[in-house]
């Protein structure tokens, strides 16, 4: 049995030696294949456009840049780039290298560049601001990083000049971008659409194509922080170091906005007894405190931008020796009574918390979501019930 199959063995192995033996490179369809794999060129994009906007909202300037990054499936093979832009009429190229070398630039002179951004932030205000008293303090405040300006620009050191010379001496020899870089920085003369197309080739010929529509949005200003005053209730908290804490907060009318029909709305201010050892406040050393009978209300009227999405966040604390309530509501700046801040239409978001579970004098975070509308202003109204109540830490973003 075993003699046959050792003669079978070699029988297979002669076989598989005179089938291999008729392959010749040189018959067609047999031998090596083809290779037929060329690039797939894709490439990815972003928004870099950046705008400057007065306090009316007009347009200083606008840089309507993307950077554009240019890929393929090939990996070696001597991948070459084109670009293509339709139209082309206006469009500029930049080296990718020149946001990266500026940005250094800044990091070098960290100090200097956050206070001349500082001091343009306050610059900005001054125009359209109509309080003397604030322009008074914006200019004063202007003044005096002035003064720390100069003295950080002369405490520069050498090191850091050179640092500075080099890398702008860098920016000076930067090769001018091309259609061919890999990436580059197109820079649009304006708003519009643009079709953006690339080509990708390899070293034996092979290339492809591909290309997208590219649609440039006009710069918009960017929706401005609104001011909540005293938001932390703390004593000098005010714009020009002024103020108890309460100021404001108070109403327009106690007659109008008392929960109880006349008499002081006011607000009282609680004061954290030890806030270096035993810290219980969210910011400071100072909450709004709001007692048991429900006949202390907060008020204040604050700017917003029209059509603009807000999120306000806050920390209340309870008592616990009853059932408590504090209500905190996000009102229409028509409202001009506690009556009419009850009513629905005037009630543009608002938000209720008890004391069920809660931790005598522990403070929780909230948040309130409202939207702007056709309105310029809105108002922050708070009110409680049922136990003796606190609110502290304010804080007001632009939900994005």
């Known amino acids: 049995m075993n003699k046959y199959l050792y003669n079978f063995k070699y029988m297979?192995?002669?076989?598989?030696?005179?089938?291999?033996?008729?392959?010749?490179?040189?018959?067609?369809?047999?031998?090596?294949?083809?290779d037929i794999t060329g690039p797939t060129p894709f490439y990815n994009y972003t928004n870099i456009t950046s705008s400057e906007f007065d306090c009316n909202d007009v347009e200083l300037w606008a840089n309507y840049e993307y950077n554009f990054q240019a890929g393929s499936n090939l990996a070696v093979n001597g991948i070459y780039y084109e670009w293509t832009v339709v139209p082309s009429e206006?469009?500029?190229?930049?080296?990718?290298?020149?946001?990266?070398?500026?940005?250094?630039?800044?990091?070098?002179?960290?100090?200097?560049?956050?206070?001349?951004?500082?001091?343009?932030?306050?610059?900005?205000?001054?125009?359209?601001?109509?309080?003397?008293?604030?322009i008074d303090v914006l200019e004063a405040d202007?003044?005096?990083l002035q003064v720390e300006l100069a003295a950080a620009e002369a405490a520069l050191s050498e090191e850091t000049l050179q640092n500075v010379a080099d890398l702008e001496s860098q920016i000076a020899a930067l090769e001018p971008a091309t259609l061919q870089d890999r990436e580059l920085i197109f820079s649009f003369p304006g708003p519009g659409e643009y079709t953006v197309g690339l080509t990708v080739k390899d070293n034996l010929g092979k290339s492809d194509y591909t290309e997208k529509l590219i649609t440039v949005n006009q710069a918009v200003p960017t929706i401005p922080l609104p001011e909540i005053a005293e938001p932390s209730f703390e004593v000098n908290s005010l714009f020009?170091?002024?103020?108890?804490?309460?100021?404001?907060?108070?109403?327009?009318?106690?007659?109008?906005?008392?929960?109880?029909?006349?008499?002081?709305?006011?607000?009282?201010?609680?004061?954290?007894?030890d806030p270096v050892n035993t810290p219980n406040l969210p910011d400071g050393v100072k909450a709004a405190k709001f007692p048991a009978g429900g006949d202390r209300v907060a008020y204040q009227e604050i700017e917003v931008t029209p059509g603009a999405t807000y999120v306000i966040t806050y920390?209340?604390?309870?008592e616990e020796d009853n059932y408590g309530e504090?209500?905190?509501?996000?009102?229409?700046?028509?409202?001009?009574?506690?009556?009419?801040?009850?009513?629905?239409?005037?009630?543009?978001?608002?938000?209720?918390?008890?004391n069920v579970g809660r931790v005598d004098n522990v403070f929780k975070k909230h948040a309130i979501t409202f939207e702007a509308g056709e309105y310029?202003?809105?108002?922050?109204?708070?009110?409680?019930?049922?136990?003796?109540?606190?609110?502290?830490?304010?804080?007001?973003?632009?939900k994005q």
Not at 13 to 34: H, M, P, Q, R
Not at 240 to 248: A, M
Not at 334 to 353: C, G, P, V
Not at 376 to 398: C, M, P, Q, W, Y
Request: negative net charge; aromatic residues 6%; contains cysteine.
């Open 90 to 134: 206006g469009v500029t190229l930049i080296n990718k290298d020149l946001p990266v070398l500026k940005q250094s630039i800044e990091a070098e002179l960290a100090t200097v560049v956050a206070l001349e951004d500082e001091i343009a932030k306050l610059e900005f205000k001054i125009p359209c601001e109509t309080n003397q008293d604030k």
């Open 142 to 144: 202007i003044d005096a």
């Open 12 to 34: 297979v192995l002669g076989i598989f030696v005179s089938l291999t033996s008729c392959v010749s490179d040189n018959l067609a369809d047999i031998g090596d294949l083809e």
């Open 240 to 273: 020009d170091g002024t103020g108890d804490g309460r100021d404001s907060w108070r109403v327009p009318s106690n007659d109008a906005w008392s929960p109880l029909g006349g008499g002081t709305t006011v607000i009282q201010i609680n004061t954290d007894s």
């Open 326 to 354: 504090m209500k905190v509501s996000i009102l229409a700046p028509n409202t001009s009574s506690y009556a009419e801040a009850q009513l629905e239409a005037n009630i543009i978001a608002t938000r209720t918390d008890n």
């Open 376 to 398: 310029e202003s809105v108002i922050i109204f708070a009110t409680n019930s049922g136990v003796e109540s606190r609110l502290d830490a304010f804080e007001i973003s632009v």
């Open 315 to 318: 920390f209340s604390a309870f």
